[in-house]
């Protein structure tokens, strides 16, 4: 065996160990997400379980006038401005644009895995809100208003959803590891900033949004998991739902992003 032939299967065994760890990693997190929830679902509605809850509350709004609240005044419009990012209004203006400029990239497998992402996150929000119907915090805590019922926060859950799936759309385009962090970072950032602001205006309660980002995250990972596998099984029989390279791109910028 040379020495060229070698170190090629060498690199095959790594870059293979690397795509079968990020699966392996995916489902680890599906898994976790799905668990954390279930857990919280068994703690929040069992007799006397809403006591870490009520401590958050009164610790960030020790007052009952809402604008009785833990910080500086600005805190709390800051608060209702990061808070619309994960609004329905926001996330699907985001969404068309983000589609929009899939499909003019002839991304066509990332585009419906986000719709897909989205609709179905708005589904699995509203369908375990209907299931458990907890009530929200009191309202005269809650410095905005509220529509329906706590568990899980729909705010955390679809943010989630729409910022981890962009983001991995991204890091997936990015040449450097250090701009994948970056993008990836800041994906989970402003999703924890979004859910962060639900309990801060006494949208929620602490549980729900914690609830909704592991939901968020185990629907934003499964979407990812069933995507490479289709987009594995299609660049082998050549499809045309898998995301396609820019044409008019020079051989160096088509290579996968995922390889080394």
């Known amino acids: 065996m040379t020495r060229a032939t070698f170190s090629g299967i060498v690199s095959r065994l790594l870059h293979l160990a690397r795509t079968e760890l990020a699966l392996l990693s995916g489902v680890l997190i599906v898994a976790l997400g799905i668990w954390a929830f279930a857990g919280l679902a068994d703690e929040t509605f069992e007799v006397g379980g809403q006591a870490f809850d009520q401590a958050v509350l009164t610790a960030i709004r020790p007052g009952a006038d809402p604008s009785d609240a833990w910080g500086p005044w600005w805190l709390q419009v800051a608060a209702g401005d990061i808070t619309a990012l994960g609004g329905i209004a926001v996330l699907g203006l985001f969404a068309t644009i983000v589609v929009a400029f899939l ?109 909704g980002w592991s939901v968020g995250a185990a629907w934003a990972m499964s979407l990812w998991l069933v995507a490479s596998l289709i987009e594995r099984r299609q660049r082998a029989r050549h499809a045309t739902l898998q995301d ?9 910028a088509r290579r996968d992003p995922m390889q080394p």
């Open 103 to 211: 499909l003019i990239q002839r991304k066509r497998l990332s585009a419906v895995m986000l719709v897909l992402g989205l609709v179905g996150g708005v589904m699995l929000s509203e369908g375990l809100k209907g299931v458990f119907e907890r009530a929200r915090p009191p309202a005269l805590y809650q410095a905005v208003e509220t529509i329906n019922a706590s568990f899980p926060s729909g705010h955390a859950l679809l943010s989630t959803v729409f910022y981890l799936t962009v983001g991995v759309l991204l890091a997936r385009i990015l040449p450097r590891r250090r701009l994948k962090v970056f993008v990836l970072g800041t994906a989970v950032l402003i999703a924890l900033l979004v859910g962060a602001t639900r309990v801060y205006l006494a949208a929620h309660w602490a549980t729900d949004v914690l609830a």
């Open 244 to 252: 396609s390279p820019d044409p008019a791109a020079p051989p160096a």
